[in-house]
């Protein structure tokens, strides 16, 4: 965390996210890693971005059954709540890894999702505080 | 002494192998039909961008299939085969595409004109068919000069043959008229080739380089039993179900000309159940009498879609399964009934249509009208008189290139050669532009043709991800009995819905739907890093597809993709233990340190 803005990693579904409009991808969020399906999101992946210093993690993909690949986004809520538990062991809060299951072809809400789940992060403090 | 003739048949062609989504395996013109679902899918909820992303769908299914908007509403052959039938119900397809038609035709009737320079050879195209129309437009678009050779005064052919209750006659006529507008094709109506002053070798000398015949079957199928011709198909009262049609197309059939009458059809196709089914909005009371037995599945099964028999007997219509007609009965020149015996057999044990009837089982249906809908032939004179017959009385035609054995530039295809459905025709009429290109620039007619397609699976999923069909609304039966369309089109709330049921079963390479909407820069590929990889196998429990696979490479197991089959979702990467999978142009692993390290 940087002064008062937390660290946020944000990956997003890019069948279900956005798609209609890419160029928010482009201009408006800089740190959002768009990824073909969120299924193809790994424990590792998470664990790398809390490793180099982000506060927390938030993984947008397709609502139910609505996947692309069919079951990609059932796949990665199975990861993310295992995961979760696993980051407590670490000490690392599991609100700090977010996701969101939802369709936004216009890509709307993502500036909000972001922002609340920032809001959240900030409330948590930081993942490691200052020395 | 030993030698090897180089003939083109004793050319070894490099193997063409491909994958397709079984529905687009079964279409004969093998439509894109995974784009088009993934597209719509993606298409905006707001009713005013979804159109201009419908009219981008539209141009370009018209570009290979200008007669796409009259298979949304007739065809769905696509259907038979999907992957879904047997987990809740084929994805409708065919009225996907008719939803596409309802919001494109607005639009093509605005639709500019081809740009095309038509400095190439003229051909002539004889008949004004889906045959016929799918060549002149395929081989205008390659800059031929083409001109379209009708024998009546209105184009379409036996399209105009299906009641105006599945097929509205506005979307024909206006889709008709836009092809030949939009592709320039020239028309000559009232031509009928053959007779008078129209001959091919005529054509030919006024500057015709080559031709495509696709006349289709003109001629009612005669009535016959055993080998002998069933006597009296000329009593007042006994019509062929193919002028019937016709006649109704035409306007000369109108509301309550079977007022109160008993109508008896014979026949068990689509045809015999259109022409039913349009006796019966006439005022008839119809029964259908149809040789093949009640089950669909069994090698005698009746071959009329289900769908068609359950409208006719929801509209009232009796069918008689298993009965053909040993004799037609009348009095007084006017018909009054058939005797009817037991049909044991329609096909032999090789598949031919051989019937064998019990005559101790027979039966008498009496009636006012007789409607006889058992087939059409071709014009065999005409095509006797040409000289296209072999020996055997046959056309003599080249099935893979449609060249006739006789003479050379001329191209044979459509009903005229195997009756088929319409998008058979279409398929042929395709084809003959390919070949008729091919003959006039000199090149080889078959090199690359012989195309092998293997259908793809059902991605391995448990059975509660599958969801069931949408029902497809129609008036109820009492509602109607008139020549309106009587099924309900889908909304795009609903469209949008059916879409995303696709499995998109097929591979990536045949689709590109999501590289077209600019979702994915290009597909993305899986990429096995062998060194790493342990063999262990969870990237095959992890693939839907059947892409990821082990192979042996001497003494290790070790993963591999097969790219054929392979969506690139990256559901194996995430599943690999190891970590020695990898999907090109996303490295998450650099995104994430780039965005840590930046400010």
């Known amino acids: 965390m940087k002064g008062d803005s937390p660290k ?61 690949f069919q079951t990609g986004n059932d796949q990665t809520r199975k990861r993310i709540l295992m995961l979760r538990k696993i980051l407590q062991e670490f000490g690392i809060d599991p609100l700090r890894l977010q996701f969101m299951f939802n369709v936004d072809p216009e890509g709307k809400q993502i500036p909000a999702v972001i922002e609340k789940t920032k809001q959240l992060l900030k409330n948590l403090g930081p993942l490691r505080p200052a020395l | 002494m030993w030698k090897t003739v180089n003939k083109v048949e004793s050319l070894v062609e490099p193997a063409i192998v491909q994958y397709l989504p079984p529905c687009q395996k079964k279409c004969p013109i093998n439509e894109d039909i995974q784009r088009t679902n993934v597209l719509l899918s993606l298409l905006p909820e707001d009713p005013k961008e979804a159109r201009e992303g419908l009219i981008q769908i539209g141009d370009y299914l018209f570009d290979n299939n200008p007669l796409f908007p009259i298979c949304g509403y007739v065809c769905g052959i696509c259907e038979l085969e999907c992957n879904y039938t047997t987990k809740g119900g084929a994805i409708r397809r065919r009225l996907l595409k008719r939803f596409v038609s309802d919001h494109y035709l607005d639009y093509l009737d605005s639709k500019k004109e081809f740009d095309i320079v038509k400095n190439r050879e003229k051909v002539a195209v004889i008949g004004g068919g889906p045959g016929g129309l799918m060549c002149a437009f395929h081989l205008s678009k390659r800059g031929y000069k083409v001109t379209l050779f009708e024998a009546t005064n209105r184009l379409g052919g036996a399209l105009w043959l299906i009641p105006h209750y599945r097929l509205p006659k506005l979307v024909l006529q206006r889709v008709i008229e836009n092809i030949v507008r939009i592709a320039g094709i020239e028309i000559q109506y009232n031509a009928k080739i053959g007779e008078g002053k129209w001959s091919l070798e005529k054509l030919r000398k006024a500057g015709y380089k080559s031709i495509f015949l696709a006349k289709g079957t003109p001629a009612p199928r005669m009535l016959l039993f055993g080998l002998q011709i069933v006597e009296n198909q000329d009593l007042e009262g006994v019509f062929y179900g193919q002028t019937f049609l016709y006649e109704i197309s035409r306007g000369i059939l109108v509301k309550d000309y079977l007022g109160g009458k008993k109508v008896i059809v014979i026949g068990g196709g689509n045809v015999a159940f259109d022409v039913a089914r349009s006796a019966r909005r006439l005022g008839g009371d119809v029964t259908v009498v149809a040789l093949e037995c009640e089950d669909k599945k069994s090698k005698d099964g009746i071959p009329a879609d289900h769908e068609e028999i359950q409208g006719a007997w929801e509209e009232g219509i009796k069918i008689v399964y298993s009965r053909g007609v040993s004799k037609i009965l009348g009095k007084n020149g006017q018909f009054e009934g058939i005797v009817s015996p037991k049909c044991t057999r329609v096909f032999n044990e090789q598949g031919r249509f051989y019937p064998e009837f019990d005559l101790n089982d027979t039966v008498t249906f009496h009636g006012d009208i007789l409607i006889i809908t058992i087939g059409q032939i071709p014009d065999m004179d005409f095509l006797k008189k040409e000289g296209l017959l072999n020996e055997r009385h046959q056309l003599a035609v080249d099935p893979l290139t449609l060249q006739s054995a006789n003479k050379d530039w001329v191209f044979i295809g459509g009903d005229v050669r195997r009756i088929g459905y319409m998008v058979d025709a279409m398929r042929e009429g395709q ?24 259908a793809t699976d059902l991605p391995q999923l448990k059975d509660a991800f599958f969801k069931s069909e949408p029902d497809v609304t129609w008036l109820p039966p009492e509602k109607r009995l008139h020549f309106q369309m009587f099924e309900k089109g889908f909304t795009l709330p609903e469209a949008i819905e059916e879409a995303k049921r696709c499995l998109c079963c097929g591979p990536c390479t045949s689709c590109r739907a999501c590289v077209s909407v600019g979702l994915q820069e290009d597909l993305p590929k899986v990429i096995v890093h062998e060194t790493i990889c342990s063999g262990c196998g969870i990237c095959v429990s992890a693939c839907h597809y059947g892409a990821a696979q082990l192979k042996q490479i001497g003494q290790h197991l070790i993963s591999s993709t097969d790219v054929l089959k392979c969506k690139a979702c990256g559901m194996c990467l995430s599943a690999c233990p190891a970590g020695a999978r990898e999907l090109t142009g996303q490295d998450l692993k650099k995104r994430i340190l780039e965005i840590c390290a930046s400010a």
């Open chain 1, 8 to 68: 946020l990693i944000c990956f997003s579904c890019k069948f279900g996210w956005g798609y209609l409009d890419t160029d928010i991808y482009k201009s408006q969020l800089k740190d959002i890693i768009p990824v073909t399906c969120s299924g193809t999101i790994d424990a590792t992946h998470i664990m790398d971005a809390f490793k180099n210093g982000a506060d927390g993690v938030l993984v947008l993909g397709c609502s139910d059954k609505a996947c692309h």
């Open chain 2, 431 to 454: 084809e003959a532009a390919e070949s008729i290109d091919r003959y006039l620039r000199g090149l080889d007619l078959k090199k690359g043709r012989k195309k092998e397609y293997i």
